[in-house]
């Protein structure tokens, strides 16, 4: 027992006050009643706080107050005046025989004032409680959608800081501890924090599972804990152990209906069958270990063979002895199911490997024509080049053989147009169609190879060494594509550039030749 508890327990029972009487939810520890004893109110008065205020400082309080009278109330708290209570009972008290007594404790507020939570209360949800079983007794109160609302968080870990619990439990998004929580498990617990994987996990089950009013984002994962040490509270224990088994329950049926006031679970497999949630009043462990690991199966990896390969295991193991409670059922085969599905997915991977890697080979194949198509496009865009290259040189050779020969301007300004029209033409429309082309070829490969690759039987095989190597082919064709499309570009309005120039310029050309000549 801490120093808290000590302080508070002591208090309580010097004024024989029940413990299990006090209200206790995520802000206040409070009780309420109506004394009618004047000694209990004169130890009241005459208690020594001075302990009690040097734990919890302002945080503190015992209201008095009575509805038929006109006084207003008053208060124990730190540094108040003892004469001034006096006087109000005997102003209260004397006259109607009773007062109303409210003892209040802000927790929240106590909490947050201590040094080690100050650099850490942004960082997470911090929920203190005194005592187990009134944690357990307030957050049994939640179902799966108000605990989405009021209590867990998808983008903040929570801590419930409960201080009668000597233990530390703690997962990917919940640390159980009470206020002598260290430093190193902080940093433990902050590093195992990954959002990305709530939000995965909801979309999958959004996919896989049918369930219209269920949770947005709140997994089983929230609720599995190691529970190794054997002195932590049973209540709490098993409340986790109970919402784990009813949370895992419907992320792998098929579809989740919400039926006078009760979960009903279908899977569709080797036959149907419905489970309905019915409480036990224990969980086995072990049981419910396997049950999360079959879950936890299913959900690695994103492979709905699994989920279907689960459900079918889970109609025939339950249905071997239809009669009995599903939901007992399943909990007391789960360790078989868990063990049967993982044996027949190994099966089944075994099975599908020729399929698998004729699968792979046609989309290398496809990958490997795309890239060919590309390197052809290469090819006949330089064609194209050297064509224009040459169309150019045949008209200039022509256009000197007819100035030798002197013939007359007119043919020389024929050839020269009829160039322009040429490059123009025939390079436009080839470089139109060339540059469509290569580009619906690289969007076929990203969008359509690369996406039948990546999903085979859940193999990431753009990972794999072969296809990464005509990946890397495709996309240095492409780049070698545009390279030489870019200069076939350049060299035609060069050339073009050219026979406008001689052609607008020819005569002072020609005058300039027979002068030389």
Known sequence: ????????????????????????????????????????????????YRHIFKIFDDTFEIIFRNTE??????????????????????????????????????????????????NIKNKFTIIPFFYSKNFVNWIEQF??????????????????????????????????????????????????????????????????????????????????????????????????????????????SNYVVYENGNFLNTINGHKKITIKINELDNYSQEQVNYLYEIYKWAYTGKNSDKLGILRNLITIFLCEDCGRNYYELLLKKSKGIYNTAIKNFDIYLKEN??????????????????????????????????????????????????????????????????????????????????????NQINKYYNEIILKISDNLLGINTSEDNDNKKFSDSIDKNVKIFNWYWFITIVVNIVLIGIAFFSLEKLDGIVEVLKISN
């Open 1 to 48: 027992m801490n120093e808290l508890q000590k302080c508070l327990e002591s208090f309580l029972t010097f004024l024989n006050w029940d413990k299990e009487k006090f209200n206790e939810n995520e802000t206040y520890f409070s009780f309420m009643k109506k004394c009618k004893n004047e000694d209990e109110i004169k130890k009241m008065l005459n208690y020594d």
């Open 353 to 438: 490997v020729e399929k698998y890697f004729e699968a792979r080979q046609r989309t290398m194949d496809l990958i490997e024509n795309k890239s060919n198509e590309v390197s052809n496009e290469i090819s006949n865009t330089i064609s194209n080049m050297n064509k224009t290259l040459f169309a150019f040189l045949g008209t200039i050779f022509t256009a000197i053989i007819s100035f030798v020969e002197n013939t007359n301007d007119i043919l020389i300004k024929f050839l020269l147009i009829s160039f322009i029209v040429y490059v123009v033409i025939y390079s436009s429309y080839y470089l139109s169609y060339s540059i469509i082309k290569v």
């Open 143 to 252: 179902n799966f959608k108000e605990l989405e609302e009021k209590v867990f968080s998808i983008d903040k870990q929570i801590i419930f800081l409960i201080n009668d619990c000597n233990y530390t439990l703690y997962n990917d998004n919940v640390l159980i501890t009470n206020k002598n929580i260290s430093n190193d498990i902080i940093q433990k617990f902050l590093k195992r924090f990954d959002i990305n994987r709530n939000k995965e996990i909801a979309r999958w089950r959004y996919e896989q599972v049918n369930w219209l009013d269920g949770t947005k984002w709140l997994n089983p994962d929230y609720f599995y804990f190691d529970f190794k040490c054997t002195n932590i509270n049973e209540l709490l224990k098993n409340y986790f152990l109970k919402n784990l088994v009813n949370l895992v329950i419907p992320h792998i």
């Open 69 to 118: 009278s006109l006084l207003t109330s008053k208060c124990i708290k730190k540094d108040f005046k003892k004469e001034y209570l006096v006087e109000y009972m005997e102003d209260t008290f004397e006259p109607y025989g009773y007062v109303d007594i409210e003892l209040k404790i802000d927790k929240k507020k106590y909490y947050l004032k201590q040094e080690e939570f100050k």
